[in-house]
């Protein structure tokens, strides 16, 4: 097709080729925007199992995904012992006191009445009060005691990793917000990226359709531009890592690497507000796998506080229900406690989140970290699956591009 054939065919179709570099700019923009959403969304499989079907790339990868964050978190950001270490036994006991002081005289009591009521009933007020106030005056230092014994020694009671993991893989939604929400303006850029580059591959798209009339035009740009776009809004989130001059007029960096400070802000709330909060914690020494450790503690000094203060009524207990049943009402006794020791514990809650710090040491730490490093915070929910996401916009682009061809020729 000569020149003059090119420009009368351009005036009498100008609405056509007008649109085409539209059309291209929203081929960019829709397959970014379903490649996002296909991240996230759905977030359990729907469809027939094994490959008929979709789960989004995170959800479908959680176990990865969150073993691969809480890497970076327990191996770079937080340091078990070092924040635990934090606490003062003393104030933690302090913090409690009350609480802990009326579970020590209902565990007391109901222990007693539940082994021997007659006992219990038949002794005086007077002693009945001095063994409650001589376990409660105790109970203060042991519980001081098991705290310095933990903090010493964190890792021997907490896992950690295995408490993260654990949440993250249970609460696919919580790992899902824990990546979108740091990376929303890079999704935002992604799918704003589409825009313009679709754009400008239209304009290229115009200038072929317009020389060549060829039906492979429009479905070949709209998969290049479904793929490219894709490809290079993602490598444009991460890269360069420092500043970079392009032609000496135009500075860029990758969109993540620039906003670290803001990022680093982010994570470190949402780690510390839903992630490692004090619940949580709890739940992980309480039931984790390394719980039997803590209750051991607990059963050694709730046994000895009884041994030591409970002299003035121990003869007459033991003479009375064996010393067999004795040793099974101490056994008792640890295990109500133990079991009451979440709800003690809460009192201390304001006192441990500021005395933990755990929002501002991660922020901190971020920020120190190498663009390399801090990469890794985010780079891993798109390195493994990403050709998914780029093949999909290049079949979207396709497709989109063989119903234009139907459109003009048909």
Known sequence: MDLQQVIADLGAHWPVYVSMPFIAALIGYLTKRVAIEMMFRPIEFIGIKPFLGWQGVLPANAERMAATATDMLTNT??????IFARLDPEQIAKEIEEPLLR????????VMEQYQPRLWEALPGGAQQLLLNR???????AIAKIMREISHDIDSVLDLKHMVVTNLVRDKSLLNRLIRDISRPEMRFIAR???????????????????????LVLPVFGLVIGWFTDWLALKMIFLPREPREFFGLYTWQGVFQKRKDEVSADYGDMIAKE???????????????KSDRLFQ?????????????????KPLVAAAVGSR???EMKQVAAKKAAERVPDTIRYAEDYAVNALDVRNTIVDRMRKLSPPEFEELLRPAFRQDEWKLIAVGAIIGGLVGELQVMFLLH
């Open 103 to 110: 579970v020590v005289e209902d565990v007391t009591r109901e």
């Open 297 to 313: 503690l607990i059963t050694r000094e709730v046994q000895r506080t009884i041994d030591t203060q409970a002299g003035i009524v």
């Open 135 to 141: 376990v409660r005056a105790e109970a203060p230092k």
């Open 193 to 215: 990226s589409g825009l313009v580059f679709g754009f400008a591959l239209g304009l290229v798209q115009l200038s072929v359709w317009a020389l060549t009339k060829s039906p």
């Open 77 to 82: 950001l937080i340091d078990p012992k070092e």
């Open 325 to 327: 049943t004795f040793q």
């Open 275 to 289: 992630i490692i909060t004090i619940p949580n914690l709890l739940e992980a020494v309480l039931r984790g796998p």
